[in-house]
């Protein structure tokens, strides 16, 4: 209830990519800690072995019906991964990147998923879903400069080799929020940087008839792929990245305002899109 009081809050006062957990302040994350390219032989070891666990762990999810998947739209998109791609996706859950991950896995070359987490995730987390964010294929953020240096250089050759990066663009995970949020345009820049297309996706949730361990309604998610985006080489980065972030966002609440038939508001204020302000101002 907290935390839901704390989202409607930050919704009107369009703190839209703002931490609502009551997360415990993290460790930082330097540079002798992050093995971004998998280069140790003990990481690449952990790596195989997270993966395998964490297969095993979601996959008996879904089958068990815990974890819902109730179908995939746009599949004719992931054309657009063959040679490596930002992929961004609403940020709802600490599970969400899995539902990614499970209906795009087919396209992947390598057939791995790298995926941006928070430093605290990477650096305070404990247990089964710390080995979890550690070792599988994460690429943790930092409050460290020269750290963050790596994680460029590093994910920029990711995507050059041809692999393939999620990032949540809205930032801060919102606890089964719906809506599409505001984007931040790291993510896109690092896309034009590399020369790759951002693959937009978005999911969408409908109630369960079953409820969760906390009393909500547990859901149900459908997994939309919307047209690839490719950076247009003639506008520098700062103008391409945010065409590329304005477009991205464009098509998610499109798919917002189709799936659940109203439109896109904040507190009591209508979202507009730029493409769709010019329009109105024309």
């Given at each position: ?54 297969d ?9 019906d ?36 499970h ?14 987490i ?57 606890w ?66 945010e ?40």
């Open positions: 209830m907290e935390i839901l009081k704390r989202i409607e809050e930050y919704e009107k006062d369009e703190k839209f990519n703002e931490e609502v957990e009551n997360d415990p302040a993290a460790p930082e994350l330097t540079p002798d800690k992050a093995d971004y390219l998998c280069e140790k032989f003990s990481n690449k070891c952990k790596r195989r072995v997270a993966n395998f666990i964490a095993h762990y979601f996959l008996n999810l879904i089958k068990k815990v974890m819902i998947i109730d179908g995939v739209t746009g599949e004719e998109h992931l054309s657009a991964l063959k040679n490596g791609a930002i992929v961004t996706c609403n940020h709802f859950s600490p599970f969400d990147n899995y539902i990614v991950f209906c795009i896995r087919k396209a992947l070359p390598s057939k791995y998923l790298y995926k941006v928070r430093e605290g995730n990477y650096t305070n987390f404990p247990g089964l879903y710390g080995f979890f964010f550690r070792h599988c294929n994460t690429l943790p953020l930092s409050s460290n400069r020269r750290t963050m240096i790596k994680f460029m250089s590093a994910s920029n050759a990711l995507l050059k080799r041809g692999e393939s990066i999620l990032i949540y663009p809205e930032q801060a995970m919102w089964n929020y719906k809506k599409p949020r505001p984007f931040k345009v790291g993510g896109f820049k690092m896309a034009y940087r590399a020369g790759v297309p951002v693959l937009p996706t978005f999911i969408t949730m409908t109630d369960d008839a079953r409820l969760d361990k906390d009393g909500y309604p547990m859901q149900r998610h459908t997994f939309h792929i919307l047209p690839p985006i490719y950076p247009d080489q003639s506008l520098g980065e700062k103008a391409g990245a065409q590329m972030k304005e477009q991205a966002f464009a098509l998610c609440k499109a798919k917002y305002e189709e799936v659940y038939q109203i439109p896109l508001v904040y507190g009591n204020k209508e979202c507009f899109t730029k493409e769709k302000e010019g329009k109105e101002n024309a």
